[in-house]
């Protein structure tokens, strides 16, 4: 039990973890900015009525989960928009049996449409989008958590600063989709798939922690989009055999374990019913091809030309500066370059955003190398001026995402 407590109090919440916080606090504020000036449209209501009918009656048709029809892929992002929906109108109800009749909340009887909520309920259209923003706040803090450890406080700094005024996150997270849950998933999945590698050179029992900590990442991403559980798993896979030397016959097994724990979370997500379940197999929902045009439209947005600029930087410096080129540089430049051309053909779906933590990672990987040079000030100086390049064309931008 002491050692358990000597665990806890390891957590310092001191000024990297401040800067941190800051930057998650004005991710958080633009999202919230773009929320308070959108109305409710129809993919709205389709998430909350098909994500409420998930927890308060799913469909009894064999097929269907719900009356929405066949949800073949990413159940949870329904399932989250319509969460705090479903306990927001439990908490008023029961609060409605201590107030007079003329002074209830939910005047009508009966099961209520989100359409007759949205006159009942107080900020409908923000409870629809707070678990997306929390999400994408949970990826940003992923993303500093993974690049401070790999590369310290500036590299950390960098890659979140990044993120947080990146204007395609921003929009990912002010709607409700799976996309950030997906890149989530990935990129938590990627990231433990390299920590269980080197806890493998060590006993077992640590083992167990970050495979039960992989099985949930794969499962964010599989329910988020079913193609996302094998692209996560063979990345992993290739990235384990890279590091667990003399462990490499246990990292399959391991992966394939994984990936069944998964599964059952994704059959968890659809009630354990099998017939909801399987049409996740009988569709096209994981089909994926290649393309460049995702990549192209990307770096050709304006509001994106500071991460532009700091990849075409931190591409230069990988190519002419042999100190660049070791595992934790080109662990996420592989990744992002398997996931950005990847199109998914049988479902709407934007698997080059889930690319974008990765290509964050070894941008910041790479800068921070450059802040340790001989050329330190230069270096400090021109990170500087392409994060904030960067946060002026996403400051200017966020309008366009409305």
């Not at 919230?32 to 909350?48: E, G, K, M, N, V």
Request: net charge positive; with cysteine; proline share 5%.
């Amino acid at each position: 039990m002491t050692h358990r407590f000597a665990r806890l109090r390891r957590f310092r919440f001191n000024l990297p973890q401040r800067i941190a916080a800051g930057l998650l606090l004005l991710f958080l504020a633009q999202g919230l900015w773009l929320t308070s000036r959108q109305t409710l449209s129809d993919r709205d209501y389709r998430y909350a009525r098909c994500g409420r009918e998930t927890w308060e009656r799913p469909s009894q048709l064999a097929g269907y989960f719900t009356t929405c029809g066949n949800i073949h892929d990413g159940l949870l992002a329904y399932r989250l928009a319509g969460l705090p929906l479903t306990l927001y109108l439990l908490v008023v109800s029961g609060l409605d049996r201590f107030r007079k009749r003329e002074d209830r909340v939910v005047q009508s009887s009966g099961e209520l449409s989100t359409w007759e909520l949205r006159h009942q309920m107080t900020h409908v259209l923000l409870l629809l989008r707070l678990p997306f923003l929390l999400a994408g706040c949970l990826l940003g803090a992923g993303v500093w958590w993974v690049t401070r450890r790999l590369y310290g406080n500036l590299g950390g700094y960098t890659a979140l600063a990044l993120y947080c005024f990146c204007p395609s996150i921003i929009k990912a997270c002010v709607s409700p989709n799976p996309e950030v849950l997906a890149a989530l998933g990935v990129y938590g999945a990627v990231y433990t798939c390299i920590g269980v590698a080197h806890a493998m050179q060590g006993p077992r029992r640590k083992w167990r922690p970050r495979i039960v900590l992989l099985t949930a990442a794969l499962g964010i991403a599989a329910a988020s989009h079913i193609a996302a559980l094998p692209v996560a798993a063979l990345l992993g896979l290739a990235l384990m055999l890279w590091v667990a030397e003399g462990r490499r016959s246990q990292v399959l097994p391991v992966v394939l374990l994984a990936s069944a724990g998964a599964l059952v979370i994704v059959f968890a997500c659809y009630g354990f019913s099998p017939d909801a379940f399987s049409y996740v197999f009988r569709s096209a929902a994981g089909f994926l091809w290649f393309s460049l045009d995702p990549a192209r439209r990307f770096f050709a947005t304006l509001g994106n030309a500071g991460i532009a600029v700091a990849s075409a930087s931190a591409a230069l410096l990988f190519l002419g500066l042999g100190r660049t080129r070791y595992f934790g540089n080109t662990a996420p430049l592989l990744c992002t370059l398997v996931l950005f051309p990847l199109v998914t053909t049988g479902v709407p779906g934007s698997p080059w955003l889930w690319a974008l933590p990765f290509l964050l990672t070894f941008v910041s990987g790479v800068f921070a190398d450059a802040y340790e040079s001989p050329r330190r000030r230069i270096a400090l100086a021109a990170g500087g001026a392409i994060v904030l390049l960067q946060a002026i064309f996403c400051i200017l931008s966020l309008p366009g995402l409305l």
